[in-house]
């Protein structure tokens, strides 16, 4: 297999849309494919949720309705993105195999009659998954019109990337004989003789779940990886059918958003082309973004969200080729809030991932379906085909997309770390409500990007050249060739709290936090705290709360709150910040850095954000009154004017000054 990147810098975006030929009347299918191509979309993604239409009953398969609708998409110009149907498999399955459900953590298994009702363990429903792969990808694995593959459809989507079933804890022990070889060595490494957790064999151990009171936190951690690489597992079966049965056509799946469950680093590396699932206000509503945030970007989204995954999932690839698989189009059905969006954000969103990089964005769904659980989920089309809104903003953006032609690469300013096993470890202990390492890595990103500052997040491993800024937001376990690249790195780097505080199996570093950053910065964290709400120290436009760490070193203090409690030290080119990364705290740090490290910042009005590739810049203005661009912000303009209305989008080239 090739994993060479196509760059998508070498050739325009492409706009796709989701679309379920089964929920439709074969009579329609012509008339959407033709629509689907007047509007500007040249990919289709179908058949991941077809299972029980492809094969009815056990070993019979009724290709026929899939014949006919693959001929109609590829006569009409459609590349295909055809899904392997696992995520739902059919009711005649689970009868023969009760026990492949997974089992949840009060230990009830997880029935039919959604999806997604499956066990990564399950050896019995792998070997199935791996069958009918193979026999969707034998029939249409060479036809001209299939252009890609989908494994799955969104791995551990409604929490079930841990199950507590039989056959995970079956498979936990034989995971845990192979990383730890002997039981003394696991006994050890855990520090089981605390509270006589001590165990004589591998298969004395149980899952972490029903324990009288938490479990040990290494327990746990090694469950969570377990887990992760059990999703992994499933994934790399699927894949290696599709490279025998269908050479030559990209391999994908569909990741989520705010979602660290399994190591999408390592999913990553068994793609060609990782995508994505943008919901920005779903997400925005679903996750512990400010009661203020929520209404004042209720119909954009925070202006943050998508960019973080849009450069998350670029930095989980080989080649950095990534694509949003679904997009959201209206109002979703699954937050607690589901508003529409504002006229225009539809388009921001599809011009943002194009700036970002993204090699397709595929809208979801092309005909809003009137049954069934997502009843309210808009499409591009309502349910008696009529044009939804969201219709009419995909034409522009398709005609935005092809004047701006293709675009260059990103720079490299901003290396930010991110790893999903320290969003693991501040989950099992956070020592503070709602402490995790995931929304310290966004609060780093969104004060970075309120800069006006082009950010890549990249795994502990990516090399680091040509970054002149590194930010470390918050990583326990460091790995040491994190250390030997950091000591090499000739630019400012910046180190956020908890960052060193454990090893590789959840224990404290014997010279104590941060561990093997000592190489670095010369201190010791000595003790920790976690404030409540209303404790705080007030500093000059920032303040210390929620987390305070108290450092033995002979480090500079930098920023001091008014009391004189440290926020953050500095020592050489690198900075440590021992408070968490509230807002006005991680601006401050980390604008001192950038300056110091020569990179241009920009005080961005509210709402508005900027993104560089190759020799464009693109502003959008997810504010909800108009904006007008910064005068540092210079070109001539190809798309939209230096005022801004809400949900617009401006693209410069070199040229004119700005005024």
Not at 33 to 46: D, F, H, K, N, Q
Not at 109 to 136: K, L, Q
Not at 153 to 176: I, K, M
């Amino acid at each position: 297999m090739s994993l060479t990147p196509n760059s998508p810098s070498d050739q325009p975006m492409r706009l796709g849309v989701c679309y379920y030929p089964e929920h439709w009347d074969e009579s329609l299918w012509a008339d959407d494919a033709r629509r689907m191509v007047e509007a500007g979309l040249s990919r289709v993604r179908i058949g991941e949720f077809a299972w029980s239409r492809i094969e009815p009953e056990p070993g019979r398969f009724d290709w026929g309705w899939l014949d006919r609708v693959i001929a109609v998409l590829h006569a009409a110009g459609l590349g295909i993105i055809l899904g392997t149907p696992t995520a739902t498999p059919p009711k005649w399955l689970v009868d023969q195999m009760p026990d492949m459900v997974a089992t949840d953590r009060h230990g009830r298994p997880r029935t039919f009659g959604s999806r997604r009702h499956y066990c990564f363990s399950h050896d019995g429903y792998r070997t199935e998954a791996v069958r009918i792969t193979g026999a969707v990808s034998e029939r249409y694995g060479r036809h001209p019109g299939v252009v890609s593959w989908q494994t799955d459809n969104e791995f551990g989507c409604h929490d079930t990337v841990l199950s507590y079933s039989p056959a995970a804890a079956q498979a936990f022990r034989a995971w845990l004989e192979t990383r730890y070889g002997t039981i003394a060595a696991l006994n050890h490494a855990w520090g089981n003789v605390f509270w006589s957790m001590e165990y004589r064999s591998f298969a004395e151990v149980d899952l972490p779940n029903l324990t009288v009171t938490e479990a040990n936190p290494a327990h746990w951690l090694a469950f969570r990886r377990f887990s992760s690489d059990q999703v992994i597992a499933f994934h790399r079966a699927q894949v290696a059918v599709l490279r025998e049965l269908s050479p030559g056509r990209d391999i994908t799946h569909n990741a989520m958003g705010f979602f660290t469950d399994y190591d999408h680093h390592d999913l990553g590396w068994h793609c060609d082309v990782l995508g994505w699932d943008s919901y920005p206000l779903g997400f925005l509503d679903s996750f512990p973004f400010s009661e203020a945030d929520k209404l004042a970007y209720a119909r954009q989204g925070h202006p943050d969200i998508a960019a973080f995954h849009h450069d998350l999932y670029r930095g989980c690839t080989r080649g950095g080729r990534w694509s949003v698989l679904e997009q959201q189009p209206g109002p979703v059905n699954w937050a607690r809030y589901n508003p529409a969006p504002l006229p225009g954000m539809v388009r921001l969103w599809t011009l943002e991932a194009l700036a970002h990089g993204a090699e397709l964005v595929s809208y979801f769904r092309w005909r809003q379906f009137p049954k069934a659980q997502e009843q309210h989920h808009a499409g591009l089309l309502r349910p008696d085909s009529e044009p939804a809104p969201a219709l009419a903003e995909v034409r522009a953006a398709a005609a935005d997309v092809a004047a701006i032609g293709a675009i260059g690469p990103p720079p490299r300013a901003v290396a930010l770390i991110f790893a999903y096993d320290a969003d693991w470890i501040t989950g099992i202990q956070p020592q503070g409500a709602g402490l995790s390492a995931l929304w310290a890595a966004f609060a780093c990103y969104t004060a970075l990007r309120e800069l006006g500052l082009d950010v890549d997040i990249v795994p502990p491993g990516a090399a680091l050249d040509g970054y002149a800024l590194c930010v470390v937001p918050c990583l326990p376990h460091v790995p040491e060739r994190l250390v030997e690249s950091l000591g090499a790195f000739p630019g400012q780097i910046v180190i956020g709290p908890r960052s060193g505080s454990r090893n590789a199996d959840f224990a404290i570093p014997d010279a104590l936090p941060p561990g093997p950053l000592q190489a670095l910065f010369p201190a010791k964290v000595v003790r920790v705290e976690s404030l409540r709400p209303g404790l705080v120290h007030q500093g000059q436009g920032w303040r210390i709360e929620r987390w305070r760490e108290e450092l033995e070193t002979a480090a500079q203090i930098e920023l001091a709150a008014d009391d004189g409690t440290p926020a953050s030290y500095r020592h050489d080119r690198v900075r440590y910040l021992a408070a968490w990364p509230e807002p006005g705290l991680a601006r401050a740090v980390l604008s001192r850095a950038a300056q110091e490290a020569g990179l241009a910042c920009h005080a961005l009005p509210e709402g508005l954000r900027l993104r560089r590739a190759g020799e464009h810049t693109f502003a959008f203005n997810y504010g909800a009154a108009p904006t007008v661009l910064p005068q540092g912000v210079c070109g001539e303009l190809l798309l939209g004017t230096r005022t801004l209305p809400p949900a617009g989008v401006a693209v410069l080239a070199p040229g004119a000054p700005g005024g």
